[in-house]
């Protein structure tokens, strides 16, 4: 960010728009919030009434539960996002309280038979009711779950879409910041060995020492203050979504942010959407415990922030809603995607007024794909998927080695990784870090072919060792290098007789990242959706789906998990 920023004056009074809008919002929510508190209030010496559960029947995932009050009952569904009320003073149509219906007669036992429902309504199984009271009854409770469901997902969906866009604008802000200041420590690590030309030998050393020292205090930062820090911190989110963990706490902004800076931006291969996901989820459910809601919408905020520090991370405001529904929640629910909506695009808006709106990858003109590129990404998906799952053993084989070493001092093993992450920083800059400039490198065919099987080798054991180093990052970018590099040297070996291999080799690179992707994470619209925004490009979106298709084939039938659910299970386990 530099002071021309400062110096437009319409975009100061934008973002002097937006923090009076938040401002705005939170304030209304507060008194909001008061005022209901205060309604809820009950009279002195009030006796509260009676409470019982009369009768309930299996609804699936959720609960038909009839619950009587002193001597009146009300139906009632529950385990859903929000618990609803369908009917109050239930009257039998034979003047009966449905709750005093039991197994008596033949008619009660058809009634019983018929209220067994699925997909959250009621559908009467075959048997015919005899009863033609019964029948109607059904119907129109039928129509009143219908009409209950479509009142308790508009409830309160006005203060969570509020919430959710706050929450992404503290995402992005907090994001973009970070970003920024990994831009600023990987100019001067890349900048250190030209200033220090003259001092060949002390620049070296100072290399190798700061990054290792980086490396350590990082490590340090998270198993004195957050254990819950270290890595990606998606399982852990995931694991909270869930209700396996409990929520972080705030401290974990300062430790993830630091940790994730000195760890990314000493050279380890890192990427910076896993402490991006973590700290916007983490503000996320702060806010919406500040205000009182319930665990349903702090769970959609939770979710909503993750998604909004992904799409702040790479521009890509589209993947960090899907991010949020195919991988996170893994249903699609309408409150879960307008949280999702709201967080991700006040997130982009306020992370572009800080680093800009440009993609991330520069690709320039592709070639347009022909039938025969379709059935070669085809292939393409094959041999990622074969490679993700490597992938995924070598990850979780390094994390294994780092266990059975615990009796080293974990900042010690740090330092060792990071003062050779140091020393590759120093011979060839592009090689360490997150990898972006090491992708961009490789869409414009800067290094040979024959060397690019040794750099892909070289990244999937530096990223192997900095994740299991206990450093704060991700492992997004890492993976889209080693997709870039198999799906470039796939493509220019696949076009030799063109005279121009490398635009086919640019092309099949931007494939390989969404096929690779797709085969580590099994998040294939996740993947296609951050490729196709990280690039700008949209005329590649066949031959992704059949290299992510073919991807998502191999590596499930080779039977290993996707790599969130292996480490979320480690990630439990250590409780």
């Known amino acids: 960010m530099n002071d021309a920023f400062f110096e437009n004056e319409s975009l100061m009074f934008l973002v002097a728009a937006i923090a009076l809008i938040v401002a705005v919002i939170l304030l209304l929510l507060i008194f909001r919030r008061t005022i209901r508190r205060r309604l809820h209030v ?80 009621f559908r009467p199984r075959a048997v015919e009711p005899r009863c033609k009271a019964i029948r109607i009854q059904l119907a129109l409770a039928q129509t009143r779950i219908k009409l209950a469901t479509m009142r308790s997902i508009s409830s309160g969906l006005i ?40 001092q060949p030998l002390l620049s070296f050393i100072f290399m190798i020492v700061g990054a290792a020292t980086a490396t350590a205090l990082a490590v340090w930062l998270v198993r004195r203050f957050m254990e819950h820090a270290a890595g990606s911190g998606i399982p852990h989110i995931e694991a909270v979504i869930g209700g396996e963990l409990p929520p972080p706490s705030l401290i974990l902004l300062p430790v993830k942010f630091v940790g994730g800076l000195l760890g990314i931006g000493a050279g380890l291969a890192l990427g910076r959407e896993g402490p991006s996901v973590q700290m916007g989820a983490t503000l996320a459910h702060a806010l919406g415990t500040m205000f009182g809601r319930n665990w349903a919408d702090c769970r959609s905020l939770l979710a909503a922030g993750a998604g909004a520090g992904l799409a702040a991370a ?55 794909p022909e039938l025969s590129d379709n059935l070669l990404c085809f292939a393409l998906g094959v041999i990622a998927g074969m490679l993700g799952v490597v992938y995924n053993r070598v990850i979780l084989g390094a994390l294994k080695i780092a266990d059975r070493l615990a009796r080293c001092p974990a900042e010690l093993r740090a330092a060792l990784i990071g003062a050779a992450v140091g020393a590759l920083a120093w011979f060839t800059p592009s090689l360490a870090g997150a990898g972006e400039v090491l992708i961009q490198e490789t869409l414009d065919a800067t290094y040979a072919l ?57 092309m099949y690179a931007v494939v390989g990242m969404a096929a690779f992707f797709s085969a580590v994470v099994r998040a294939p619209l996740t993947g296609m959706i951050l490729v196709t925004e990280m ?3 949209s005329t590649l979106l066949l031959p992704m789906l059949a290299a992510c298709f073919s991807a998502m084939v191999v590596a499930t039938v080779l039977g290993q998990p996707p790599i969130y659910d292996s480490l979320k299970e480690r990630t439990l386990l250590s409780q």
């Open 42 to 121: 009950t009279a002195s010496g009030e006796v509260p009434p009676r409470l019982g559960v009369a009768d309930s029947f299996d609804l699936n995932r959720r609960r038909l539960v009839i619950v009587r009050r002193d001597d009146v009952e009300h139906l009632i569904i529950i385990g859903g996002p929000t618990d609803l009320v369908v009917k109050a003073k239930i009257i039998h149509a034979e003047g009966r309280d449905l709750g005093e219906i039991r197994e008596g007669t033949t008619q009660d036992k058809e009634l019983k038979e018929a209220m067994h429902m699925s997909a959250g309504t």
């Open 159 to 198: 203060p969570l879409a509020l919430l959710s866009s706050a929450a992404g604008a503290a995402s992005g802000f907090i994001g973009g910041l970070f970003r920024l200041a990994l831009r600023q420590a990987e100019h001067f690590r890349t900048a250190l060995p030209v200033w220090w030309h003259e």
């Open 314 to 368: 790479f521009n890509a405001p589209f993947a960090g809603s899907a991010f949020v529904l195919e991988e996170l929640i893994r249903q699609f629910d309408v409150r879960d995607a307008v949280a999702a909506l709201g967080a991700t695009g006040s997130a982009i808006v306020v992370a572009q007024l800080l680093t800009g709106a440009a993609p991330i990858f520069d690709v320039g003109a592709l070639p347009h």
């Open 450 to 506: 024959s060397l690019i099987p040794f750099l892909y080798v070289l990244r999937l054991a530096l990223g192997a060792a900095s994740y299991a180093s206990g450093a704060p990052g991700g492992i997004f970018a890492p993976l889209l290098v080693l997709g870039a590099q198999m799906g470039f040297f796939f493509g220019t070996l696949s076009h030799p007789g063109l005279t121009d291999p490398a635009s086919y080799g640019a």
């Open 535 to 537: 690039t700008e490009t």
